[in-house]
């Protein structure tokens, strides 16, 4: 098909409910468009998948791999205040948890995800894209801290392919937030006056990790596609230090050439069309 065989505003597919419209297509397309919250769910969806292909993050397998649709991050950012939300949303999403084998959290952060933010209820608008692993080791045969049943060692690593762009400060809030309430189970959250989101109590450490920077200003979002695919490929129940993690992508990525960039809009394209 060409190009033009889609209005903006078809429906093309819905993969394992990630839909993707013509205006979706379009910005993969284009070469130049700022990945919105809809391409960055499609591909997570595709690696979620291809984990399931691989008896990753199923019941019969204990080592889990969660790839987490933006919308759903940004919801319980802002929209999950209630103890009984909060726990509603921990329920039913399939963590990784440390006394079942561990596993990792992909989450695509964007600056409007942040508490303080006050943009996020307008659809798809933030200005940039960063990547948040949370690594999560399991218990068996492991020296770290065991805060709490299904703690474990975690890890939060930042991959930002924009240094000191700012993303730091929304990663680390929702790395508090998940920590808080789906690991640390002593955790606690008080309400701030005039504030509609609550705040956990304690902070969390997220290591900046080593990333190749992008060469223009349109293709964060693809920088962390390109990351969550390499390092998710990489990773397994022995649970890779970051210093290994931040080699693969330099290997991978170089110097932040635009040319895997374009690749990788083409195939995800390619992808939705066939």
Known sequence: MSRSSFKDSDLIINYHDAVIHGSDLQILESGTGWL??????????????????LERCTPHSSFCLLFMDPSVVSCFMHQCTEQDEIQDFVNNTEFPYAN???GAIFIAVNDSMSTSSNCWQIPQNGHHWSLLIIDVKSVAGNQGLH???????????HFD???NSGNMHAAEQIATKIHSHVYDLGGKIHKTPHKSTDITVKNIEVIEAKTPQQVNGYDCGVHVLAAAEIISARMDSSHLPLRALEESLQEALGNGSSDFC???????????RS
């Open 100 to 102: 079942k084998g561990g």
């Open 262 to 272: 374009s690749k990788l809009r083409r195939q995800i394209a390619l992808d939705i």
């Open 36 to 53: 919105n919250d809809s391409c960055i769910h499609f591909f997570f969806a595709l690696l979620q998948h291809q984990q399931r292909s």
């Open 161 to 163: 392919s924009i240094r």
């Open 147 to 157: 805060v709490g049943e299904h703690e474990g060692e975690i890890s939060f690593w």
